[in-house]
């Protein structure tokens, strides 16, 4: 399973994340990710630029609240030349906007909701939605598993497994222990992202260094295949 790790804090990119950037890149992560929100466009040129230096995959998540907002971003992920484009539920018009470009797409499942993002929606509609994503043409999935308000985040991630077929599951969001890692590994999550988790030391409460925190995460991903 790949670990994402988003150089984000309450679903914003971080002011320094160039900065954390050169921090982390001794660790040769290979998935670095961010937000559409929280620095201007120039921050995240150079960031994107940084992470594909480091030998990562880049992965922008949208967090924007609007459908304008949305494709707003999707069109910035182009510019950038982003790798992946996370979230999103304005399918179709995102796909004709990426259209002819290498960015893979992962578009919300469910009825995701405000800024931090909660997730609404049943086991059900995530299959169902899931399974419309591949049939479009989607590269797989982006859930909010672990800030779902109306069913079990487990089961969400159970349904979304089995109507992405052979598309690659991203459960993202509160992941915040070596429990949940192993969890969404065992129903077959294909890659994770942690964050703040990571920045707010609650993933690691009794170490005090970002690159302590990512070190127990990378241990706990390898340890939960």
Do not use: W
């Not at 995240?44 to 494709?71: F, N, P, Q, W």
């Not at 169902?128 to 991630?157: H, I, S």
Request: glycine share 10%; net charge neutral; aromatic share 6%.
């Amino acid at each position: 399973m790949d670990f994402i790790f988003m150089l984000t804090r309450n679903d914003q990119t971080v002011t320094d994340c160039l900065e954390i950037c050169d921090l982390i890149s001794p660790l040769k992560l290979r998935h670095v990710g961010f937000k559409d929100v929280g620095v201007d466009f120039d921050t995240l040129r150079s960031l994107t630029t940084k992470i594909h230096a480091m030998g990562a995959r880049s992965y922008m998540e949208v967090v924007s609240t609007t459908a304008g907002d949305c494709l707003k971003a999707a069109r910035m992920a182009v510019t950038l030349g982003a790798g992946h484009l996370l979230g999103g539920t304005e399918v179709d018009a995102t796909l004709e906007i990426i259209r002819g470009t290498p960015i893979r797409y992962y578009p919300f499942p469910g009825t995701p909701h405000g800024h931090p993002t909660r997730l609404g929606g049943s086991a059900a509609q995530v299959e169902a939605q899931c399974r419309m994503f591949m049939q479009k043409g989607c590269a797989g999935a982006d859930l909010l598993a672990y800030r779902a308000t109306q069913d079990e985040p487990l089961r969400l991630v159970e349904a979304a497994r089995r109507g992405l077929s052979g598309g690659r599951l991203i459960v993202a969001g509160n992941i915040d222990s070596a429990a949940r890692i192993a969890a969404i590994s065992a129903r077959g999550a294909d890659a994770f992202t942690i964050g703040s988790a990571i920045f707010n030391g609650a993933y690691a409460p009794n170490k005090g260094s970002t690159l302590s925190q990512l070190a127990d995460v990378i241990a706990d991903c390898a340890n939960s295949t």
